[in-house]
Antibody, heavy 118, light 112 residues
Framework: QVQLVQSGTEVKKPGASVKVSCKAS????????INWVRQASGQGLEWMGW????????GYAQKFKGRVTLTRNSSTSTAYMELSSVRSDDTAIYYC???????????WGQGTLVTASS | QSVLTQPPSVSGAPGQGVTISCTGS?????????VHWYQHLPGTAPKLLIY???NRPSGVPDRFSGSKSGASASLAITGLQAEDEGYYYC????????????FGGGTKLTVL
């Protein structure tokens, strides 16, 4: 069965970087884009960016350009989201989700809580 | 604020039906981009409920249906059940944002 399993809770000081992983199984990793979506406490869902695991091509929401980097390790079917210079308002649950092109996000990871606090 | 507008909340009694609207503009829903709907229940990951305007993934009950017309879309839920209580989000794309995915602000469904 398709699964996206994310890494565990992170606590970072403001200004640090955080890297969240998303390990895919149950399907061919290269055939679906991996998207990243976050939800801050009391807020709605916010799309951050996407990556094509086969080509390595990426796209980012304007808000996150220059601060988010999406990468992958195809040998382990794992996608990564790195957020730099974290601030308190980056405290959120971060989700990975797969999709083919503009299709719906059909499978989601369980979410990773990232807390930015001094 | 979101480029896709949803009502903050809707409510209905068990067995009744509700409709959640999603209003966009000429750069997103009006540009013929598909809309997808997600259900987000407390303590869980979001779940794809409706894709490409009106299609249900396998396993989603037919109590859930979607439609789209012009720059607006809607999600209808019939036969409300207590376990439907949670948040519902529409999602599309916007060419003024470099084709980025965009979410509506979300609607809290309360089953009375």
């Amino acid at each position: 069965q398709v699964q996206l399993v994310q890494s565990g809770t992170e606590v970072k000081k403001p200004g640090a970087s955080v890297k969240v992983s998303c390990k895919a199984s149950g399907y061919s990793f290269s055939t679906y884009d991996i998207n990243w979506v976050r939800q801050a406490s009391g807020q709605g869902l916010e799309w951050m960016g996407w990556m094509n695991p086969k080509s390595g091509n990426t796209g980012y929401a304007q808000k996150f350009k220059g601060r988010v980097t999406l990468t992958r390790n195809s040998s382990t079917s794992t996608a990564y989201m790195e957020l730099s210079s974290v601030r308190s308002d980056d405290t959120a649950i971060y989700y990975c989700a797969r999709a083919r092109g503009l299709a719906g996000l059909d499978y989601w990871g369980q979410g990773t809580l990232v807390t930015a606090s001094s | 604020q979101s480029v896709l507008t949803q009502p903050p909340s809707v409510s209905g009694a068990p067995g009744q039906g509700v409709t959640i609207s999603c209003t966009g503009s000429s750069s997103n829903l009006g540009a013929r981009y598909d809309v997808h709907w997600y259900q987000h229940l407390p303590g869980t990951a979001p779940k794809l409920l409706i894709y490409a305007n009106s299609n249900r993934p396998s396993g989603v009950p037919d109590r859930f249906s979607g439609s789209k017309s012009g720059a607006s879309a809607s999600l209808a839920i019939t036969g409300l059940q207590a376990e439907d209580e949670g948040y519902y989000y529409c999602q599309s794309y916007d060419y003024r944002l470099d084709g980025s995915r965009v979410f509506g602000g979300g609607t809290k469904l309360t089953v009375l």
